[in-house]
Every structure is written in C-alpha cells, then in structure tokens.
C-alpha cells in the first residue's frame, strides 16, 4: 500500500492506495472558508492552513483505511506546479515520513496526476470499459489548461496548453464581475442554468487555429466590454443569459480542442479533470461530442476531479512500480519540469 499527500494549493489531502491503484480511504480539508474574505487563494493563510490539518487529516485517512505504518511501502507527494508554502509542507511531512519508516518516496507532478485521475478504481467509481492508455488528457482547473496525449504510465505528450490564463480563471473572474461571490466556477455554473447560450456572443479564441493551444484573456475583456453597456439592473436581470453565454464560450473551446486532436491523432479514448471538470455544461457537451465520434469519455467523479490525494498516489504508484525513487534534496517548484513531459 501507499500513502499519498496533495498540499499544492488551498486542499490538504491524504489517501492510501493499495498495489491495484484502489483507493482505500481519502480524506481532505478544504479552505474555501478562510480565503472567501479575501476573495482568492492567500499563499501565506493557505500553508499555514495546510501545517494545521495535514497530520491530523494523514491520521484520519489512515484510521479509516484501517492500515499501520508497517503496511505502507511507499510515499507520493505533490511535487510542483503549485505555491511553494503550500508545496514545502506535503514535501518535507513525506521527506520526514519516509525518513522515520524508511520507505521510498516520489515527488509527483500534480497536473499528471489530474491525468491519471480517470484510471483511479473504488467501491462506486472504475473508468468505462475499455478506457487505457492512450488517451487524451484535458486538465481544466484555477491554475492549468493543458491538453496531452497520455502514452503509457509516466509518458505524457503536451499538444496544447493556455498562452495567459486558464479555464478556471476565466470563469472566477467572470464570477467577479458579476459579484457572485468565491469561488466563482461553481456560481456562474449555476446561475446559468435555463440561460440562453447565445443571447451574447463572447469571443472564441484560436479556433481557427490548427494547433491546441487555448487562450482566455480576449474573452475576459470581451465581458468587461459587454458589462460596462449594461445597467447594475440589466447585469442581474440577464444574469442566467450572461453566464450560460461566457460559460458557452469556454466550454466551446474546450471541446473544440478535444475533437479535433482526437481526429488528428486518431485517439478515441478521452478524459477531462481538474476542478472545472466540475462544470455542468461542459460535461454534457463532452459526452455530448464524444457519442457522436464514437469516443470513450471517461469523467472521474468530483472527488478525483478537484485537487485530491488519490490522483497523487496512483500517479506515485506508477513512478514507484517503475523503480523510481526520490531523494531528500527534492525542492518544490511553481512550475513543471521540461522533462516533466515530452513537448511537440
Ligand atoms: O482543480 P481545482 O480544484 O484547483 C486548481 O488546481 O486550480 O480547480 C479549481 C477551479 C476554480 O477556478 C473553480 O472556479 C473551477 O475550478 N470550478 C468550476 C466549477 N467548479 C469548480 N468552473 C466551472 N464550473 C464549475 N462547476
Ligand atoms: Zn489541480
């Protein structure tokens, strides 16, 4: 069995892992609460936050997983992309871990483990038949864009990721605009519910475009433009139609990207995660599209779609199983590794 630990951004999150890739036992604490005030993540607030529940929420998950030390074979942390206070406290809770029971440990690339989210097995949730490597991976959260095709455990081939912001950002700052309140995805999501998707047209970026890169700044000036035209009274009357109108316009471009490297690279089994994986609409489309192209979608539940430890643990397994092992001096990064992943 392992042990996996998530600390990259505003969610502690330890799971335990047997051989298989099964989750055991996952628990997480969120922040949501103390960032609100703020109106987004605070780095210092999140890894104080962080140092405060990671042991106590390590012995839960293990409680849970009914499971001893002597049991645990191996450790996998979140090594990078994130923010380096939120990183150091997973990373040196493992180095210390690994030290005191002397087993290995990993460092893992979170957006790979988004990636394999989709492979994770438990008592309600395995991926759809015949879903495996290779597949095209979409990563869609407050911090990533990014587009792969997953090769095999460990080989990742980045075809396409945002040239300025990402997804889930372009959604929070819409969010803001509109005074929907933190965090903001989940609330245009919901206030677009029964809005017209075309009563205002919003940009479409690089959809002409033959390569898969994303971008979304354009569709965040677009909206400052289509809001300063409307009255505070206007702003909450249409409220539905604007946000099922912006929410289209991301969405759209998603799927555009994952239909059109699926026929270019002749993969038909698709994923998407990350915490906008969340999204409403874009889960219908996806399935949507993918019928239609004879695709197999898998979409992980909520809980490996949002940051969690389970997705570290199995992209550790892996690593593990490979022979791979880290070394106390691994440091945490903001961002990934070139090698992390093979460029084309
Ligand atoms: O993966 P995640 O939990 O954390 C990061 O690694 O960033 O993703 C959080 C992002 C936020 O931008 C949030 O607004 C967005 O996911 N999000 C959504 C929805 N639920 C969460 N965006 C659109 N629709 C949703 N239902
Ligand atoms: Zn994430």
Redo the contacts with the bound molecule.
Sequence with gaps: MILAIET????TSVAVLDAQGVVLAMRSAHQDDSHRPFGGVVPEVASRRHSEVLLPTLEATLGEASVDWPQIKGLAVTARP?LIGSLLVGLVTAKTLSLVHGIPFVGVN?IEG?LVAALLRDKTYAPPPGFDFPYLGLA?????THLFICEAPGRYRLIGQTVDD????A??KF?KMLRLGF????????AAAGGDVAAFHFPRAMQGDSGFNFSFSGLKTAAQRTLSELSEEQQTNRRADLCASY?EA?VSVLVDRMVRASKQHKIKNWTV??????????RLRMAEVAASAGATLALPP?RY???NAAMIGLAGLYRLQAGESAGQELSPSARSLVTDWTHT
């Excluded at 990259?8 to 969610?11: A, E, F, N």
């Excluded at 869609?140 to 990533?144: E, L, M, N, P, Y």
Aim: glycine share 18%; aromatic share 2%; proline share 2%.
């Design positions: 990259s951004c505003d969610d994130g979170h988004h869609v959260s407050g911090g990533h990402a997804a889930g950002e959604f929070d969010a965090p903001g995805g989940v609330a245009v999501d919901r929410q991301i995660t990350g915490g906008v994986s969340a999204n409403s609409r874009l909520l779609c949002t940051d």
